[in-house]
């Protein structure tokens, strides 16, 4: 069966003497190689500060943090993403309000976060779903017309791109994510990509324990609450090694996705998912709306083709949903939402057996 997603790792000639060295070099922690990976990852963004975390959930919630979400304000957000962009929500006791989705699209819709800004809305979350980066225009003037700030979650999105630009340039926190089966992982781990030079200080220091690095222990005075959030030398390692192929995966992922949009255009019974102008996916899954959905899993699965629609609704999670909401374009778009496989795994031959069993029909 070719998977949905699958886990890269680079060669082991190339990846097991790095590993080695920095396992045996008597300083596995966060230290220098942290540090390397960062700067590295910073020139491969091309704007802002890189925080490098254990998690994508832990780059959430600190830019929850650093945004001032508190107990009792509201954040939006959609329910079209994994859970964690959701329950980081709950972390800082916030609650979540519900934004519809695009139905071209998936994301979240700008008109529908218009509709639900109210006093109580602290931030915004969005996410790049499934890799198809958001409306950044529309929501950058949205943030703007009411001064709120946006989160935007590019677990799915590295490499993605708008207005040339990669996803981590375009709102002050953007969160990445490095577990295992992301477009470039870790084992496991995360970043947040924050712009303001002085939140990124502050959150170097809510990412150990509310302790300046830069001073003592004894020097230091916790002013407030930190966590325990930091990377290590192991898993920067890893990264460091897979930051050197990152083109060339994130390429495959793309051309992979470009092909499967023109070769699935105008086929019966599959509505492609549009993107927004001057958007460049880097396809983490390939997304297409299909009538009689289970149907069309079954026929996928039954030819050798893992399809699925992956993520549950977050709606649909009784500790999510503070504010149940009709959301019609996410009824609509969820009804026929299947992900099919698009990564560095699937070959061309692969390619043209799924548009040949698709054009057949189901
Ligand atoms: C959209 C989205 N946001 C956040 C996360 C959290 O990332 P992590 O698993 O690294 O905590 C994930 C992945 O699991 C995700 O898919």
Same mark, same amino acid.
């Given at each position: ?5 699958? @886990? ?23 230290? /220098? !190689?942290?540090?390397k990976f960062e700067r590295k990852f910073e020139e491969y963004i091309g704007s802002g500060h890189t925080l490098s975390?254990?998690?994508? #959930? &832990?780059?959430? +919630? ?9 107990? $009792? ?7 079209? @993403?994994?859970?964690? #962009? ?6 800082? $006791? &916030?609650?979540?309000?519900? &934004? ?10 700008? *008109?529908? !976060? ?40 590019a677990? +799915?999105a590295l490499g993605a791109k708008?207005?040339g630009k990669r996803t981590g340039n375009?709102?002050?926190?953007t969160?990445f994510?490095f577990?295992?089966?992301k477009h470039l992982?870790t !084992?496991?781990g995360?970043a947040l990509q ?17 302790? *300046?690095?830069?001073? #003592? ?5 916790? #002013? ?5 959030? +930091? ?5 920067a390692?890893?990264g460091l090694v897979q930051l050197e192929g990152i083109d060339k995966v994130v390429e ?30 880097s ?20 030819? $050798?083709?893992? &399809?699925?629609?992956? +993520?549950?609704?977050? /709606? ?5 949903? *503070? ?24 070959? =061309?031959?692969?390619? /043209? ?6 054009? =057949?029909?189901?």
């Amino acid at each position: 069966m070719i998977p949905l997603v699958k @886990t890269n790792l680079p060669a082991k000639d190339l990846l097991m003497p790095r590993i080695e060295e920095v396992l045996y070099s008597g300083y596995i922690s966060q230290g /220098d !190689i942290v540090e390397k990976f960062e700067r590295k990852f910073e020139e491969y963004i091309g704007s802002g500060h890189t925080l490098s975390l254990n998690s994508g #959930t &832990a780059a959430l +919630h600190l830019a929850l943090i650093l945004a001032g979400v508190q107990a $009792g304000d509201e954040v939006i957000s959609t329910a079209l @993403t994994a859970e964690p #962009t959701n329950v980081a929500i709950k972390m800082v $006791g &916030a609650k979540v309000r519900w &934004a519809d989705v695009d139905y071209n699209t998936g994301n979240i819709c700008p *008109d529908s !976060i218009e509709k639900v800004i109210n006093s109580k809305t602290k931030a915004i979350i969005v996410v790049d779903y499934a890799g198809i980066p958001v409306d950044v225009k529309r929501i950058q003037e949205i943030s703007k017309k009411y001064n709120i700030p946006v989160i935007e979650d590019a677990a +799915h999105a590295l490499g993605a791109k708008f207005d040339g630009k990669r996803t981590g340039n375009h709102f002050p926190f953007t969160v990445f994510s490095f577990q295992a089966i992301k477009h470039l992982t870790t !084992i496991d781990g995360g970043a947040l990509q924050i712009q303001d030079e002085d939140l990124y200080e502050k959150g170097k220091v809510i990412r150990w324990f509310g302790l *300046d690095k830069k001073r #003592t222990r004894l020097e230091n005075n916790i #002013t407030q609450q930190g966590y325990k959030y +930091h990377m290590n030398n192991v898993n920067a390692c890893v990264g460091l090694v897979q930051l050197e192929g990152i083109d060339k995966v994130v390429e495959q992922y793309i051309q992979n996705g470009k092909y499967l949009d023109e070769k699935l255009k105008n086929v019966k019974g599959v509505e492609l998912v549009e993107y927004y102008e001057n958007s460049e996916p880097s396809y983490w899954l390939y997304t297409l709306k299909v009538e009689k959905r289970s149907d069309f899993i079954n026929m996928m699965a039954e030819n $050798g083709f893992m &399809a699925s629609e992956l +993520h549950k609704r977050n /709606d649909q999670h009784d500790y999510l949903n *503070d504010y149940p909401t009709v959301l019609t374009n996410l009824d609509n778009f969820y009804e026929r939402m299947v992900h099919i496989p698009c990564g560095w795994w699937v070959s =061309k031959e692969d390619l /043209d057996k799924m548009i040949n069993l698709i054009r =057949k029909g189901w």
